[in-house]
């Protein structure tokens, strides 16, 4: 799943981030980016030529904000781009495919108007082999498919969602849970707390919660 082996060197211990709220990357998922900052623009022209790896995070507006901008969460996935084309005005659109959680141990100096961080991937190694598979059908935690498209039907009710339903019945479970942990409208709040989730059975439940909560009502 990861285009990075699952060699633990094969990290760097500095690398750059981009924070954005809203935005969730999960290990094996595929994040599309419009870049069009100055600065976001040059952290990708550095990136493409390092590796190509680039850590998605989002800012924590409830905590100070530091010299280099607003206080981030603690945790953040590094994502590898894997597409790349560039405008007729300038804009880079890219698409990052998830490799591995981070948590951030301190921010290094920040290059060209980038901010940068020493990560640390260590509690999150099994991202690297692609994480322990979910039983087909679901089973761990109380999760079933069945309940889960049930609650997702009615979230997209709910939220006024248009869904490819022929497109979702095919996808497999773990695909399913990272398309929809990143692609639901969930705050931003909710959206790191999924990326938190130490498991994908875990979090598979938690999406299961977040879909009937916002659902308006649980699973009967």
Known sequence: MSPVTGRIDSIPEIFPIFPLTGALLLPGGRLP?????PRYLAM?????????LIGMIQPDY????????????????????????????????????????????EEAEMRRGYRRVHGDISDFRHDLAGGAPLPEPMTAKGVSRDRLLESLHRYFVATGVDANWDAIEEISDPALITTLCMACPFTAIEKQALLEAPTEAERAAALLALLEINGHGPHE
């Open 33 to 37: 980016l419009n870049i069009f900052e």
């Open 44 to 52: 990708v022209d550095d990136a493409l030529g390092n590796g190509r």
């Open 62 to 105: 409830t905590a100070p904000a530091h010299e280099t901008g607003p206080a981030l969460y603690r945790q953040g996935c590094l994502g590898r781009i894997v597409a790349f084309s560039e405008t007729e005005d300038g804009r880079y659109l890219i698409t990052l495919l998830g490799v591995v959680r981070f948590s951030i141990v």
